[in-house]
């Protein structure tokens, strides 16, 4: 779209005259405050009336208080608490007529008409009756007299936009529920912790990954099944057996499970790890509960065992840097859906594919995912896993392919000898890459060795062979086992040429950052001069900076910005009950800004200075104006009780003369009176620790996507005897575009790279820079001047099928 014409859309977008309603229903999860304070502050950036609705449907039955107008202050501080600020409630009213008739009289009476509703699947169908049968109701209140004949005509029609909240990840049609990493995260706490002791001892301990709740139905109970989470998690863990309600075990499992249980035990494995979802069924559909195993484990085996019940512990917490980021986009996709519909126009649901914000017809993506639910009960277990999507089902693929390893007799014989390396910078989740490469090798009947220290250990000669066993336990630990270094190859690369033909090397697998990148650029240099580097070769990203060409998100970005989100909720809290206060924080990613910028929006930053886009003194100076006024609003005395605690982010390399104590010392003195303010670098923290959730989801599925293609090209290039490859397409990186894995041949994508500031020359996470300056202050310009990159278009009403 060009310029202009986003100028002129812009320049219409506006929500004058109109009244917008946001309530929470059904289940609590986390993120759902972080999308009321969006629908919030964007509602009330377009010149909307923003209403909250308090307690669900049943707020909006009783009317009164209940149903508040809501203020740019209202949702202050509120990103970063768990659970839901203005309440959840089950409305059995709501599901009568007579409820649905007092719900619309007291929207009518505020001349509400627009509806964003954040719950699941139930709440949403809820909300498309309701819609359905608006003009019916309104009838009704006339012929009462509750209405006249005006108001009637006037708030004809309700628009209905909904945004799916759950911790199980069972909605279709979109890539992640708000809540599910964050369920995640409390999940990966628990277990790591469970790991940590058990593995002083001789014992099983077991794990039920309760998702749902028992709940009364029209009198008759029913138990939600596991979705995507446990998936999720199995795929990132290093579990011995999973009971899943989509997988159910076959025939004669218990006696399988209890086999592999007591093969472990003579193998002096000390910790087993049994994950039993809630929900989970036999082939005859008939329950099987985590009691029912731990009986059947101690009865047949003798071992002392464990049961863990994790319970509600996965909706409560604070929320992920993910499910923040995804609420917040949503919560702005959602009013903007509201500004687009017409009388005509369906209930529609706003969802996640790839990196983009999509608007679906929301009855749509209801019906399929009920046909889940039908596939389930009718044992065609198969076909619901195809029907959970695409990403579950490479998800359960890739557990089978890492949880179970073959028998020696079994396993094929590829006399192929593959290296793995990681190089530059730390990352976590590189471990958990570096396994899934070793066990898909393996599987793949190939020898694997593990090069210690990047190429300057290559060189060296520091190689040896990795089997199974020695990446057991792998998935979990942060930073690099393997050793990495910076070192590029091109100044020893006769050397390492050398220790490729020693080990006889057929094929590279290089995990790392830039540096990774442009080794593999230099080692495809050199096949003219060394035939032993004439060989498939394929790099996964895997730096915190985010800044390799070729590929969305890297392996460690998105743990980096869980590092920055919580130490910067620490530091807000630190000036909690003192003066006004607002806190500098410098950040990594050498030139890129992706983790100022997304960590920003994360964590509720005011600004976020970055490379990307230039800064001056005169935008300096504005922030520092913005920050006064929101501080020192109307003359507000300073003697008043009011705390409030601002941020900054700025990338370290975002100007060589604006520094971070430049900023710090502008802000100090322009905020003498108002705020004072104190500056924090986080340094190398934003590398440690363990890996996220969806670091180790993702370290784990790249990297044995990246094993598969190696397999792939050594059977093609394989000739006489040796295995020969000096084409383009036999030396990629494989990175991730929006939601598809692509494999890209390095040499393409030097034309998207900068090498002199080292980041992509586009940069898709640009176009969310809007989104944080208007959740931050409404006084900003929503249009392309922002970003330089920011589009909109009105959004695609796919089909959930195509979304798979």
């Keep these: 779209m060009a310029q202009t014409d986003n100028k002129k859309f812009f320049e219409n977008l506006s929500g004058a005259g109109k009244a917008i309603a946001v309530l929470t229903s059904g289940g609590d999860a986390q993120g759902m405050n972080a999308a009321v304070r969006a629908v919030v502050r964007m509602g009330i950036y377009v010149g909307a009336k923003v209403y909250f609705v308090h307690e669900g449907y049943q707020g909006m039955v009783d009317g009164g208080d209940n149903i508040k107008e809501a203020k740019w202050e209202s949702v202050s501080s509120m990103l970063q608490m ?19 008739l007092k719900a619309a009289h007291n929207l009518v009476q505020r001349g509400i008409t627009n509806l964003c509703v954040i719950g699941g699947d139930g709440s949403l169908t809820g909300a498309n009756l309701f819609r359905k049968e608006w003009s019916g109701l309104l009838a009704e209140l006339v012929q009462q007299g509750l209405i006249d004949e005006e108001a009637s005509q006037k708030y004809s029609a309700l628009h209905i936009v909904g945004m799916v909240g759950s911790i199980d990840n069972d909605f279709c049609g979109t890539d992640m529920t708000i809540g599910t990493d964050s369920a995640l995260h409390r999940i990966i706490e628990v277990v790591d912790a469970i790991m940590t002791t058990a593995q002083s001892y001789f014992g099983l301990d077991w794990l039920k990954n309760m998702i749902g709740m028992v709940f009364a139905l029209n009198g008759e109970m029913m138990l939600p099944t596991v979705k995507q989470d446990a998936v999720f998690y199995l795929s990132v863990c290093a579990s011995d ?70 319970g509600h512990v996965q909706r409560g917490g604070t929320p992920s840097a993910f499910d923040r980021i995804l609420a917040s986009r949503m919560g702005v996709e959602a009013v903007l859906a509201l500004l687009e519909t ?119 000669g520091q190689i040896k062979e990795i089997k199974w066993a020695d990446v057991g336990g792998w998935t979990g630990q942060g930073g690099s086992l393997l050793g990495t270094k910076r070192t590029l190859p091109a100044k020893h690369i006769d050397k390492i040429a050398e220790q490729m033909r020693k080990y006889n090397i057929n094929a590279l697998l290089v995990i790392g950052g830039f540096e990774a990148f442009l080794g593999i650029m230099e080692l495809l240099a050199a096949r003219g001069t060394f035939e032993e580097l004439c060989v498939p070769m394929v790099m996964v990203p895997a730096t915190v900076s985010n800044n390799v060409p070729g590929s969305d998100l890297s392996i460690g970005a998105d743990t980096a910005l869980n590092a920055i989100t919580f130490t910067c909720d620490r530091i807000k809290q630190s000036a909690s009950g003192t003066k006004h206060r607002v806190f500098i924080i410098e950040t990594m990613g050498g030139y890129c800004g992706y983790l100022a910028s997304v960590g920003g929006l994360a964590a509720g930053a005011d600004a976020a200075y970055i490379f990307e886009e230039p800064f001056d003194i005169r935008e300096l100076q504005s922030n520092v104006e913005h920050l006064t006024e929101t501080i020192h ?66 370290g784990t599925k790249i990297a044995a996507k990246a094993m598969q293609w190696i397999s792939k090209k050594l059977n093609e290039s394989y000739r006489k005897g040796r295995v020969f490859a000096n084409t383009e397409d036999s030396a990629c990186l494989l990175g991730m575009r929006q939601r598809a894995m692509v494999f890209q041949p390095v040499v393409q994508l030097r034309d998207e790279t900068d090498f002199v500031h080292r980041i992509p020359k586009e940069q898709w996470w640009l176009k969310l820079r809007p989104l944080m300056k208007i959740l931050a202050k409404y006084k900003t310009s929503y249009d392309i001047s922002d970003s330089g990159q920011l589009e909109h278009v009105r959004r695609p009403r796919c089909h959930p099928i195509v979304l798979q």
């Design 241 to 310: 057996w999973v009971l899943i309600p989509e997988m159910p075990p076959e025939d004669g499992w218990e006696e399988k499970m209890c086999q592999k249980l007591s093969a472990k035990r003579a193998g002096m494995k000390r910790l087993n790890i049994i994950i039993v979802a809630e929900g989970a069924i036999d082939h005859n559909n008939q329950p099987i509960t985590s009691e029912h195993v731990k009986n059947l484990v101690v009865q047949r085996l003798g071992f002392d065992t464990r049961v863990t019940i994790l």
């Design 82 to 100: 768990g659970g839901t600020v203005i309440g959840s409630a089950r409305c059995n009213d709501f599901r009568m007529h007579e409820g649905r």
């Design 633 to 698: 609003p109307c003359g507000l005395s300073l003697t008043q009780p009011v705390c409030l605690c601002l941020c900054s982010c700025r990338n370290e390399n975002s100007n060589e003369n604006y520094t971070t104590d430049f900023i710090y010392q502008l802000y100090s003195e322009e905020g003498k009176g108002v705020f004072d303010c104190r500056k924090n670098v986080l340094g190398h923290m934003q590398q440690g620790g363990a890996p996220s959730p969806f670091d180790r989801n993702f």
């Design 342 to 460: 017409t009388a005509n126009t369906p209930a529609c649901v706003v969802s996640l594919c790839g990196n983009q914000s999509v608007q679906l017809p929301l009855m749509e993506c209801v019906q399929m995912t009920q046909q889940v639910q039908k596939a389930m009960d009718e044992k065609r277990f198969e076909e619901a896993v195809r029907l959970r999507g695409r990403s579950f089902e490479n998800n359960l693929k890739t557990y089978k392919l890492l949880a179970h390893r073959k028998p020696e007799s079994e396993l094929p014989n590829s006399n192929f000898n593959v290296a793995v390396l990681n190089v530059g910078a730390p990352a976590a989740g590189m471990n958990a890459a570096v396994r899934s490469a070793v066990r898909v090798g393996i599987s793949e009947g190939h020898k694997m060795f593990a090069v210690s220290d990047g190429f300057e250990g290559f060189y060296k």
